[in-house]
């Protein structure tokens, strides 16, 4: 008979891995023990040679769906002598050095869906239906190891048939902490004026009454509140939108589990169904077929939906019993954290939603929906959140002290390293408000303890003013600041360190450059921690400084001064304010000097009239490539490229103005031709570079590159010319990427200093 010890790693806490041991050992015939250690499962046994083999190669190979298991250490038992005839799951227990992995929320899987359906099951109906194979996770730990007594569970005492499935080893079950069942888990509350309804069948009754009425319900999720209402009813959205409020910027869409409604009103691919039906349940944006019947002001402007499937079992009672989709979008104001508390949510929606649903089981950090595109055939995250997140990545190279990375200002996200690991935040939201502020500080300290690792270094945005920089500056810790569009470029390469020399495009809205100017057209040649600036757009100062980002027509005006062309003004500026406009414009006052192909991507939707001020990041952009969507065959302009003085390889944009100001060509080809001239500037900047650089791979990098009809005809340019072409795939392309890019940065400056 041999003895062994295993430790095992990576995602095997909160998965059912230790029942999974368990049975298998039972089955091989192999005794011993498992449990919980510090972020590991140790297992230690004994048996024939044979059956020690195949317990092994199935503790990897036959691991449960959602677990991500990584054989840390093989070696002699430390009491092989205890180990009697039998297989037993011992208690957990902390440990040296901590291991741990978060796991993240999970949706609901196909065996409680069953029971959750079933009139004879005691759970019948039950919104919080979950077994150690799916439900919440992130949301409701509050420390490591992962046990009911650590999570937001831990106030709900099991009656005696939960207490039974949770102590029996063979049962799915065993030791799902968030277990609970009718008679002695969470229950549901219906909040309407002056009704107030307890009870879960009394609860959904009385909600989706009320969404049928046509009103907005406020209901509690998982990782927070969503807004609810009748994605079919026009007053219904429309009225949501001005009370939110949201004036243009898409709502999300719920659809039932079957697809059977959102088949008649979007075109999907198979890439599209996989991304919808994968466990992280993530909103995916999905093209709508043409008279889709929803409200026209779900997504105005526009021909993507962003859609999802239910992924809790509340949420999969609403949509099967109100029967039709419903808009689900986070329950917070634009740009801030989603609301997770029930007095904040009643207090800061009261003027929102005509009524509340709400439930007892504490949410203890809130988690946003993930947003992905699918881009080149491959589902890409836009946004990271809940079911994605906490993300981890393996680094290229161990790190030489832990680091924690704060990210930027919009989008943001943090990320903790240390050794080979990062782990990257939820979508955080933008900086600019104290909520946003405050979840950011938390969830950096949260992120340590879950871990277990003290940051010794903070890696921070370059810009002066970003809220994360000025944290970052605040700390008694050793400050290591990036550029912005190098840490976009290092996003990218960190994902594919095979690569040595890159040639990173990094296409964004602004960001600061080390000239002070506000870069975001730029080509960087090198690898993280090496990049040197060799492209880049034609410059132009931007009139009104920050105002450009929230109000398209300036770059338009912008790119037309600076080309020598008149910019034709709106009616409603007096003469005097745009002779004074065009005058401090001129004379560089309250102008920003850029290169950002955002802004011209700004510019050209302004100069086609489909916006000139925004509601929503992004929106001008947004409208112009579903405008050029509709183009047939599309020829581009010929952007000129040239050596500057100091060597740059420069892109002019300025024969996109006489594109746009050709009577002869309607505005979708106008779009169009856009997309495909700047996709090909890209080309020309690459082949032209690769010239005179050896070059092993290209990156697209930045938010621009959000933009699929770019991304898309972009990749395919360089691909055709023999360019090895990547753009993220886990990470976000956008301004989320940030930290993880620091990282790298960090990684690589400090691993090579020169």
């Known amino acids: 008979m041999a003895a062994v010890r295993w430790v095992v790693g990576g995602r095997v806490q909160g998965v059912g891995y230790r029942p999974f041991v368990y049975r298998l050992a039972h089955r091989l015939g192999v005794a011993g023990t498992v449990r919980n250690g510090a972020g590991v499962v140790e297992i230690e046994a004994h048996g024939d040679d044979d059956a020690l083999a195949a317990f092994a190669e199935a503790l990897i190979a036959e691991a449960p769906a959602i677990a991500r298991p990584q054989l840390l250490e093989r070696g002699a038992p430390t009491a092989a002598d205890d180990i009697d005839e039998g297989f037993r799951i011992l208690p957990s227990r902390a440990g040296e050095a901590p291991r741990n992995h978060v796991p993240p929320d999970y949706f609901t899987c196909p065996d409680c869906l069953a029971e959750l359906a079933d009139p004879g099951n005691r759970r019948y109906r039950y919104p919080f239906i979950n077994c150690a194979q799916c439900g919440p996770r992130y949301t409701l730990i509050r420390a490591l190891p992962y046990d009911r007594a650590a999570t937001t569970m831990a106030g709900f005492t099991l009656c005696p048939e939960c207490r039974r499935e949770y102590e029996d080893p063979l049962d799915r079950r065993f030791h799902a902490e968030p277990v609970a069942c009718p008679t002695c888990g969470p229950q549901l509350a219906f909040v309407g004026g002056d009704e107030r309804v307890a009870g879960n069948e009394a609860a959904l009754t009385a909600a989706v ?107 999969h009672l609403l949509a099967a019993d109100f029967d039709g989709p419903l808009v689900a979008t986070s329950a917070n104001p634009s740009g801030e954290p989603v609301l997770t508390d029930e007095a904040e949510a009643e207090n800061r929606l009261a003027d929102v939603a005509d009524a509340f649903v709400h439930h007892n089981r504490p949410i203890e950090r809130p988690a946003d929906d993930s947003v ?307 996709a090909r500037a890209i080309l020309a900047q690459a082949v032209t570079l690769r010239e005179r650089e050896p070059v092993d791979a290209v990156a697209l990098s930045g938010g621009v590159f959000q933009n699929r009809l770019l991304a898309e005809r972009t990749l395919a340019l360089l691909d055709a010319e023999g360019f090895a072409a990547h753009l993220g795939e886990r990470i976000p392309c956008n301004d989320a990427g940030l930290s993880f890019g620091q990282v790298v940065e960090y990684a690589a400056a400090t691993s090579n200093p020169s």
């Open 209 to 315: 009454g009320m969404l049928r009425a046509g009103a907005t319900v406020a209901v509690k999720g998982i990782g927070g509140y969503h807004l609810l209402c009748d994605a079919r009813n026009e007053t219904a959205v429309a009225r949501l939108r001005a009370r939110k409020p949201r004036p243009h910027k898409p709502l999300a869409v719920l659809f039932a589990e079957d697809l059977r409604d959102l088949h008649r009103v979007a075109d999907l691919s198979p890439a599209h169904e996989a991304a919808l039906r994968a466990p992280e349940r993530p909103i995916v944006l999905v093209p709508l077929r043409d008279g889709h019947g929803l409200a026209p002001s779900v997504c105005p402007g526009l021909n993507e939906l962003g859609v999802l499937l239910p992924y809790s079992p509340l949420h």
């Open 372 to 678: 992905l595109r699918v881009v080149a055939g491959r589902a890409r995250p836009l946004r990271l959140g809940r079911g994605l997140t906490p993300l981890e990545l393996e680094l290229p190279q161990p790190l030489s002290r832990p680091l924690l990375a704060v990210g930027g200002h919009l989008k943001n996200t943090v990320a903790l390293a240390w050794e080979n690991r990062v782990v990257i935040s939820p979508h955080l939201g933008d900086l600019d408000g104290p909520r946003a502020r405050d979840l950011f500080a938390r969830t950096i300290a949260d992120l340590q303890r879950l871990y277990g690792v003290r940051a010794e270094a903070v890696a921070c945005d370059a810009h002066p003013d970003y809220a994360s920089t000025r944290w970052a500056a605040a700390q008694a810790l050793p400050v290591h600041r990036v550029w912005h569009h190098h840490a976009h470029a290092s996003a990218v390469a960190g994902e594919h360190p095979a690569h040595r020399r890159w040639l990173a495009f990094a296409w964004d809205g602004i960001g600061l450059g080390p000239d002070g100017a506000l870069w975001g057209g730029e080509a960087l040649y090198g690898a993280p921690g090496h990049w040197r600036r060799v492209g880049s757009l034609r410059p132009f100062r931007l009139p009104g400084a920050g105002r450009a980002g929230r109000e398209p027509w300036r770059s338009a005006a912008a790119l037309r001064w600076e080309a020598g062309m008149p910019w034709p003004l709106d009616s409603e500026m007096a003469e005097g304010d745009a002779a004074l406009l065009r005058s401090a414009w001129e004379r560089d006052l309250n102008c920003h000097r850029s290169s950002a192909a955002g802004r011209v991507f700004d510019a050209v939707a302004a100069l086609l009239d489909l916006v000139r001020e925004v509601s929503f990041e992004g929106q001008g952009p947004m409208y112009l490539e579903a405008l050029a969507a509709h183009a047939g065959t599309t020829e581009a302009v010929a952007l000129p490229l040239a050596q500057d003085d100091a060597g740059l390889w420069i892109t002019d944009w300025a024969p996109l103005l006489a594109l746009l100001d050709d009577p002869a060509r309607a505005p979708v080809e106008k779009a169009a031709s856009a997309h495909e001239s700047l």
